[in-house]
């Protein structure tokens, strides 16, 4: 018998949580039937081969953006609505897959209010302490989350909560993991290239890059030595950063959400994070994988405590241009240092082989 999967993807922009989420359901049994209702069109039907069914999402655009107070319940009113009206179309699905966090996807929870259907979230990124928060934790069948977002969760329940607890079974850690297959190998180019790779979220500091390259650019003579590239996705919120604001630096190639981000990455040398506190980081394991050498803060999260400075990645002080200049520096000056921490960064990232990480999840989803 076939089996129906509902995916809920309210977010209107792509991200690291889809691609976690398309990587799951690549590796599902073929006798489950996916669907994924959505307001992001894009994330899920173009460019990707699979075997989804795809559902709008009916989502004013004047709602989208809502995260408090009453335009935010009226969104998820809004978004409960459009999940019934495809339900009663289409019947009966065994399971429910939230993947954007229990506040995000409060509409699945309102939902479960309604009729009785499995729940599973999936959490990525730290939580809010909120009663929303409590209350999706609550109903939720089984709750992935990644080790970064333990204290959050830990914290929402107790405050909110006093029956349910991280100790429960149905709590479970996880990593993100890649499909290595999908990820184009570095070329060989003696020019050196810089990859910056993120949406322009305020946290993930675009503007830090750019500095670091401007004086990068007052530093050397030469600047044929080395060149940066800026893949970015940029959604009209007031919580994201207009690019247009952004200082434009001459030997910097700005590129908007890229198809051909696994080409533009394979030209690169070297991958430079500078995000504040990233739950995880795909982009950086993703880099990790392609033979590039990477550079993050040193910032006490997920890759700073896995990652060893001057072995398999260069670390730099948090929010600092002239620390992450030199970093850089390290690595133009020392080609042979450079090319050392790439080959031990590609040996690390084969621990992160996806079918290994999500191995719970897809045993999860099928029963």
Known sequence: ??????????????????????????????????????????????????????????SPSFLQNQTTGIFYFLKHFVYLLSLISNLIKLKRFTKIIGFSGPCVDFSLYLLSEIINIDIIQLIQGDITNSKISSFGLIRAKKVFYLPSTHASILYALKCHNYNENLANKKFIPFVNGINCSCIKVKDNNNKIGFLWAASLLRWKRVELFIAA???????????????????????????????????????????????????????????????????????????????????????????????????????????????????????????????????????????????????????????
């Not at 000056?333 to 999840?361: E, G, M, V």
């Open 1 to 58: 018998m076939t089996k129906r999967v509902l995916i809920y993807d309210p977010v209107p922009f792509k991200g690291g949580s889809k691609k976690v989420m398309k990587t799951i359901i690549a590796e599902l049994p073929s006798n489950i039937e996916m669907w994924v209702i959505s307001n992001d069109r894009d994330s899920w039907c173009y460019g990707y081969e699979s075997n989804i069914r795809f559902l709008k999402l009916f």
């Open 213 to 367: 390259m401007t004086e990068l650019n007052n530093k050397y003579e030469d600047f044929d030595k080395f060149f940066a590239n800026v893949c970015y996705i940029e959604p009209q919120t007031d919580s994201y950063l207009d690019v247009a604001n952004v200082n434009k630096v001459d030997n910097i190639h700005w590129f908007p959400d890229p198809n051909n981000l696994n080409d533009i990455r394979a030209s690169s040398s070297i991958f430079i994070s500078t995000s504040e506190n990233e739950p995880f980081g795909l982009s950086i394991l993703e880099s990790m994988a392609a033979g590039l050498a990477v550079v993050i803060p040193a910032d006490n999260a997920y890759w700073d405590q896995h990652l060893t400075d001057g072995y398999d990645c260069v670390k730099y002080t948090p929010n600092n241009v002239k620390s992450l200049v030199q970093a850089l520096t390290r690595l133009i000056n020392n080609p042979t240092f450079l090319l050392k921490i790439a080959q031990h960064a590609k040996h690390s990232a084969q621990q992160y082989c996806h079918i290994r990480c999500y191995s719970k999840i897809l045993k999860c989803i099928p029963n």
